[in-house]
T-cell receptor
Framework: NAGVTQTPKFQVLKTGQSMTLQCAQD?????MYWYRQDPGMGLRLIYY???????DKGEVPNGYNVSRLNKREFSLRLESAAPSQTSVYFC????????????FGPGTRLTVL | DAKTTQPPSMDCAEGRAANLPCNHS???????VYWYRQIHSQGPQYIIH???NNETNEMASLIITEDRKSSTLILPHATQRDTAVYYC????????FGKGTKLSVKP
């Protein structure tokens, strides 16, 4: 089992460029999540998908869109990147029972110039 | 905002038990206490969770006070590989991460 995988690992964008961060899990989990982590801070939830076909906003959704492509894959899109979106992005998944134990990917380090 | 309060940093000697405190005075009856850790900018790693009773697994023990307003994560024999930021989270659904406690295990 690879667990949760994310691509790319690193990315540098110019202001206004767009890109999609990819996430996949092989644990047959129903729920998937996207977080961002700024230096010295905890993780903040951007969007989540409780089950295939559904997505919901988290704490900081502005400037992002998501797609739950199938049960395995959950992508995060930046349509017009801004320097404020420079961050480390983590994807996670969980089986979404009553106890929400999340498994995290290794992260994507994004710099927007 | 996170519903927990943790000290920003702690030190522990290698081989000793590391006891990480967490206050969660506004916890509601159906919220669990979760602990995660993050080693050097890797993705967070689940450690343990509990509702009312104390819990133990291969990584750690979780002690929850009877009134559930605070808890302690215990790493029984800390090693330098346990140096990380430890997050205490109370939740019945989505996780809200605070700044955590940076634990440094020193030789």
């Amino acid at each position: 089992n690879a667990g949760v995988t994310q691509t790319p690992k690193f990315q540098v964008l110019k202001t206004g460029q767009s890109m999609t961060l990819q996430c996949a899990q092989d644990m047959n989990h129903n729920s998937m999540y996207w977080y961002r982590q700024d230096p010295g801070m905890g993780l903040r939830l951007i969007y989540y998908s409780a089950s295939e076909g559904t997505t919901d906003k988290g704490e900081v959704p502005n400037g992002y869109n998501v797609s739950r492509l199938n049960k395995r894959e959950f992508s995060l899109r930046l349509e017009s990147a801004a320097p404020s979106q420079t961050s480390v992005y983590f994807c996670a998944s969980s089986s979404q029972g009553v106890v929400d134990t999340q498994y995290f990917g290794p992260g994507t380090r994004l710099t927007v110039l | 905002d996170a519903k927990t309060t943790q000290p920003p940093s702690m030190d522990c000697a290698e081989g000793r038990a590391a006891n990480l405190p967490c206050n969660h005075s506004t916890i509601s009856g159906n919220e669990y206490v979760y602990w995660y850790r993050q080693i050097h900018s890797q993705g967070p790693q689940y450690i343990i969770h509990g509702l009312k009773n104390n819990e133990t697994n291969e990584m750690a023990s979780l002690i929850i006070t009877e009134d559930r307003k605070s808890s302690t994560l215990i790493l029984p024999h800390a090693t330098q590989r346990d140096t990380a930021v430890y997050y205490c989270i109370v939740s019945q659904g989505n996780l809200i991460f605070g700044k955590g406690t940076k634990l440094s295990v020193k030789p």
